[in-house]
């Protein structure tokens, strides 16, 4: 099972940085035996982007799914550590489909961020509650937490770092955010107000 592959943003995002950034998926929302990924999940299950296009394809929801599985088990962190000597990324970008389902899936990538502390991790993610007064996060663990959950009003807009959905670009810079549709680490950039523009 290749754990780590590149998305096309993420294959943009690259080129234009001159950097390697892979990515871990899992489920969008839900496997397909009904498990929720997405436990803080509200408002984006209407729009979710990963839910549709490539991630359609059932030899993408199987992968996906075989992923779900690996996570749960001992297994998943030294298989991760493996993959990453071998693909040798710059940054990992964990789930660009999914969430952390739990705070012990969650320490797993710390354990990983701790062991590779040359290669910078982040995620967008609506599992607050999992990060607020629980547990350390390592520097090389970039956080940005995505309105539109559950638990929005766990979210300090002024010193969070976190991410929010506009209609158009000129919306987003007047609203003060930063874009980062089309180079994903913008969104891990001194700006903590990361804007994404509606797809």
């Given at each position: 099972m290749n754990l780590l592959t590149q998305n096309a943003k993420l294959k943009k995002t690259s080129e234009i940085n001159k950097l390697r950034i892979l990515?871990?998926?899992?489920p969008a929302y839900k496997t397909i035996t009904g498990k929720t990924v997405c436990p803080f999940a509200k408002d984006c299950i209407k729009y979710c982007y990963?839910?549709?296009?490539?991630?359609?394809?059932?030899?993408?929801?199987?992968?996906l799914n075989n992923r779900y599985e690996l996570s749960k088990t001992a297994d998943f962190v030294?298989?991760?550590?493996?993959t990453i000597i071998l693909q040798r990324p710059t940054h990992v970008r964990i789930h660009d489909s999914g969430?952390?389902?739990s705070i012990e899936y969650l320490l797993k990538w710390v354990d990983i961020a701790n062991t590779n502390k040359d290669v910078i991790f982040y995620?967008?993610?609506?599992?607050?509650k999992f990060f607020k007064g629980v547990i350390n996060i390592p520097k090389n663990l970039k956080i940005i937490f995505s309105e539109g959950s559950k638990t929005d009003d766990l979210i300090n807009a002024r010193f969070d770092r976190h991410a929010r959905i506009f209609k158009t670009s000129e919306e987003l810079i007047k609203a003060g955010y930063i874009d980062a549709s089309n180079n994903d680490l913008n969104a891990i950039q001194d700006n903590k107000k990361v804007g994404l523009v509606y797809h």
């Open positions: 990515n871990f998926s899992l990963a839910q549709k296009g490539n991630y359609k394809y059932p030899s993408v929801i199987k992968g030294p298989q991760m550590n493996a969430d952390f389902y995620a967008y993610t609506k599992s607050i």
